[in-house]
């Protein structure tokens, strides 16, 4: 009895293994959410139409990045996607900085470029597709993330209720780089302490 049963160990050691492996990547990934990001995801619209106009006259759909630390951070080397299965889809080039404080401008038009002060990433946002705002490190460590799942009408923006905050607004006049007044309030993000994360910003496991 004993010989037939030896046999199955050494496959649930590795299973247990496995699955302690893919419990700790996650808790990884919320304490990276939630305490360790300097840059994150403040305001993005995917129903741009009227709104915020880029370098080049266009009016593609955005993100804003807002730098919450007391010294400026440099975005090179980093990635921005909208695929959580590439989140290094996009590399952000060399010379992309956020001041203290401040903000930087995500137009995605596809256009695969940082020009103007402005990230062009190589791909575009839509609303209808369950697609994500991804932000990580050169280093592959999730700094912000979020599912689109709130759809907007034309040209409101979607955000955090004021800059940094942990409750998430819809705004009828986005105003990248200001606090706009919102019209709809949303359910919080998680608390920096907690690692409870909320359907409209989730962590991902960048091993998958």
């Given at each position: 009895m004993f010989l037939l049963l030896a046999p199955k160990q050494p496959f649930k050691?590795?299973?247990c293994i496995k699955v302690m492996k893919t419990?700790?990547?996650?808790?990884s990934v919320v304490f990276f959410l939630s305490g360790n990001a300097q840059?994150?995801?403040n305001e993005y619209s995917c129903s741009n139409s009227n709104g915020p106009t880029d370098s080049f006259g266009d009016t593609p759909d955005w993100v804003e990045l807002h730098n919450i630390g007391a010294a400026t951070f440099d975005l090179s080397g980093f990635y921005l996607s909208d695929n959580s299965n590439n989140i290094a889809k996009w590399e952000i080039p060399?010379?992309?900085t956020v001041p203290a404080g401040g903000y930087i401008m995500v137009y995605c038009s596809k256009r695969d470029q940082f020009t103007a002060g402005e990230l062009h990433p190589s791909?575009?946002?839509t609303q209808t597709k369950n697609e994500w705002i991804i932000l990580s490190s050169s280093g592959g460590a999730i700094q912000d993330s979020l599912k689109i799942v709130n759809m907007t009408q034309d040209d409101h923006s979607y955000g955090r209720t004021t800059d940094g905050a942990l409750t998430w607004s819809i705004f009828p006049t986005p105003t990248p780089g200001?606090?706009?007044t919102p019209i709809v309030k949303e359910t919080p993000n998680p608390?920096?302490?907690s690692t409870s994360v909320p359907p409209t910003q989730v962590s991902i496991?960048?091993?998958q």
């Open positions: 050691l590795k299973k419990l700790l990547t996650a808790c840059v994150i995801i060399a010379g992309a791909f575009g946002l200001a606090d706009p608390d920096p302490t496991d960048p091993t």
